[in-house]
């Protein structure tokens, strides 16, 4: 039973669920150009070190299939404070830590509150607006998804070229506590809580197996037979995890959604232009820093341009979408993206700061126009009593597939002893996941004229 909200109150809502989940997903990836400071700091390897960057993308991938539940069984105030305040927990521990150990668990916390915040506030979005305004409103939870982790890197660039990276926590933490205070003052309740029981089978299935597929993609540089043997428990687990989602009157995640040709092949294109996305912008201030010898500041300044394009076009891309449809605008978006990579492709040391940051702008330009329209057309076909899991199963997706995009690309970085050749083989894996997305795409909209 959903509650009619004013306008007032939608307003209130729609505003501090978005900055919520703006400012999570900015910290997801503030951390990209501080890897190296705090590798050098800390004294940790740089396989370990992404690791706050992964670690935190494959926590809310894992944690992201519970929002559904938790949406139903408690209260959209409850949910909100409670999930705002652990981000606040996580933030001050991050502020205060002086060891990886400590950092690691303060990125932890901060992305199951994350990974609610974010499926939670696509889901009382559509919930709390007409059907009529379903596009819009995806449109601008879209633009908040794609621009918060694109302006993250810049951010934090400047934050570090003034203060040390414990700022990039201190200076997010009075943010969230005001939200935390506005949502306590006018945040209203506009559905009932079910009585719902989570199944904790589930959660453990989910989590173990998660983290043993995931981190298997370290292990095999380590040792190829730990490697294989935590890849193939993950997956199986994963997969025992699936098919008992099946057959659960309550399961953690109405996996059945996926049988909609619409939802899982749009969810996919938008999940191989987030792995495209979230992969070049963690490579791009590794290379920067560590072979061309820039700072930080320097090397978020060079990720900006194009993290406001593709803030720009993702608003543009929107009202496209409404108006004309997801083809052209996609098909156009993943040329953009293929050529841009061409220049990324052949990076080195001499090259022309000015082409590198043109091209990165190129290619975050080209994924304004995929993921956006991708996500809206994944929910063409759901209905209202599904959106809450369509929501967690889409960004669940996403975000793993963004945490294998980052760890494949940094231990493909990481493998030659050349590193300019190592990131010349991770834009080319980017290569791939572009190749992936034209595949898809192409048989999605075949299936759209049977």
């Not at 490697?227 to 193939?232: D, E, N, P, R």
């Not at 994944?378 to 960004?395: G, R």
């Not at 050349?418 to 572009?434: D, E, K, N, P, R």
């Amino acid at each position: 039973m959903i509650k009619q909200l004013s306008q007032e109150k939608r307003a209130i809502v729609t505003a501090v669920l978005l900055i919520a989940s703006f400012l999570a997903l900015t910290s997801q990836t503030m951390m990209v150009t501080a890897l190296p400071v705090i590798q050098q700091e800390l004294h940790v390897s740089l396989t370990q070190v992404q690791w706050l960057t992964t670690g935190y993308i494959l926590i809310i991938g894992i944690i992201t299939p519970l929002s559904s539940n938790l949406y139903e069984k408690f209260t959209n105030r409850q949910l909100f404070l409670t999930t705002t305040g652990l981000f606040i927990v996580g933030t001050f521990l991050g502020s205060t830590s002086q060891s990886f150990a400590t950092l690691l668990l303060a990125r932890i916390l901060q992305a199951i509150a994350g990974g609610i915040i974010m499926s939670f506030q696509m889901t009382a979005l559509v919930v709390i607006f007409p059907p009529e305004k379903r596009g819009t409103i995806l449109g601008m939870s879209g633009l908040v998804v794609a621009s918060g982790p694109a302006l993250g890197p810049t951010i934090a660039g400047i934050i570090l070229h003034f203060f040390n990276w414990h700022y990039l926590f201190i200076l997010v933490l009075p943010l969230f506590i005001i939200l935390w205070f506005i949502g306590l003052i006018g945040f209203p309740n506009f559905s009932q809580p079910q009585a719902l029981k989570i199944d904790i089978g589930s959660v453990f299935l989910l989590l173990i197996g998660s983290s043993l597929a995931l981190s298997s993609l370290t292990l095999f540089k380590q040792n190829i037979l730990t490697g294989m043997i935590a890849l193939l428990v993950g997956l199986t687990l994963l997969y025992i995890f699936g098919h008992r989602q099946l057959h659960l009157k309550q399961p953690l995640l109405r996996i059945q959604i996926a049988k909609l040709p619409s939802f899982s092949l749009m969810t996919i294109v938008g999940m191989l232009a987030f792995m495209v996305l979230i992969g070049t912008e963690q490579i791009i201030p590794i290379f920067v820093e560590k072979v061309v010898g820039l700072n930080s500041m320097q090397a978020g300044l060079i990720l900006l341009p194009g993290a406001l394009a593709n803030a720009i076009f993702a608003a543009w891309a929107g009202r496209y979408y409404d108006a004309h449809g997801a083809k052209l605008l996609i098909l156009c978006g993943i040329s953009l993206m293929i050529i841009a990579a061409i220049p990324l492709l052949f990076m080195t040391k001499e090259m022309p700061i000015w082409l590198i940051v043109v091209a990165y702008m190129i290619r975050m330009i080209g994924n304004s126009c995929v993921f956006s329209p991708a996500m809206s057309e994944a929910f063409i076909d759901i209905t209202p009593t599904e959106i809450s899991h369509a929501t967690a199963l889409n960004n669940a997706i996403r975000q793993v597939a963004g945490s294998v995009s980052t760890t494949l690309m940094v231990v493909l970085a990481d493998i030659p002893a050349s590193l300019t050749q190592g990131v010349h083989w991770a834009i080319l894996f980017t290569f791939v996941l572009l190749g992936l997305m034209i595949l898809f795409f192409r048989y999605y909209l075949k299936q759209k004229t049977v």
